[in-house]
């Protein structure tokens, strides 16, 4: 299973983690990502790490701003979210990628919510 | 950045019904296509990948079809528990882009 914390209500401007603790699979297998989904709107991928943890991806929304890193010891993803916006307020899924013989997105947490308002 | 444009916005169906979605990318994009069921208050559940693939677990009533740029996701045999929104998604490159989301309700 996927399980987020983190998500609060921050200034506009101010920093938030999220992390995910993934079990119950061989974490370091699986790509991992980051997909949001703004109150009442369509879902939006963040961001995405490779299980080694070296290639990285974000949405240009997020890029210079989000930074997503993995502790594949640990069996964790995080967020790094800088410089948040009111656009940025969302609940925000972590989601197991694609492995090997295993389709992608099959997992997802259940998301943690961000609130990004003055 | 490649758009997923999904047709109808809103669909009422009834039991039993056959629907079918349709989703088509701005680009070709080979069959890197899935499709998520969501309910209100949950995360989405993968339904389809690679254009057609089932995962375990996701009944047979739901189908996949498509390469190039034209996608669409069918659900024969309408059943209560499949009104929700749904939604394609393309993994071909990045930035991952998803459709804009199909509500489908009871007609």
């Known amino acids: 299973q996927l399980v987020e914390s983190g998500g609060e209500l921050v200034h506009p401007g101010g920093s938030l983690t999220l992390s995910c603790a993934a079990s119950g699979f061989p974490f370091s297998n699986y790509w991992m990502h980051w997909v949001r989904q703004r109150p009442g709107e369509a879902l939006e991928w963040v961001s995405r790490i490779h299980s080694d943890g070296r290639t990285i991806s974000h949405a240009d929304s997020v890029k210079g701003r989000f930074s997503i890193s993995r502790d594949n010891a640990k069996n964790t993803v995080s967020l790094q979210m800088n410089g948040l916006r009111v656009e940025d307020t969302a609940l925000y899924f972590c989601?197991?990628?694609?492995?090997?013989?295993?389709?992608?997105?099959?997992?997802w947490g259940q998301g943690t919510l961000v609130t990004v308002s003055s | 950045d490649i758009q997923m444009t999904q047709s109808p916005i809103s669909l009422s169906a009834s039991l039993g019904d056959t629907v079918t979605i349709t989703c088509r990318a701005s680009q070709k994009i080979s069959n890197y296509v899935n499709w998520f069921q969501q309910k209100p208050g949950k995360a989405p559940k993968l339904l389809i990948y690679?254009?057609?693939s089932l995962p375990s677990g996701v009944p047979s009533r739901f189908s996949g079809s498509g390469i190039g740029t034209d996608f669409t996701l069918t659900i024969s045999s309408l059943q209560p528990e499949d009104f929700a929104t749904y939604y394609c998604q393309q993994t071909y490159n990045t930035p991952i882009t998803f459709g804009q989301g199909t509500r489908l309700d009871i007609k």
């Open positions: 989601v197991r990628g694609a492995t090997e013989g295993s389709p992608p997105f099959d997992l």
């Open positions: 690679t254009a057609s």
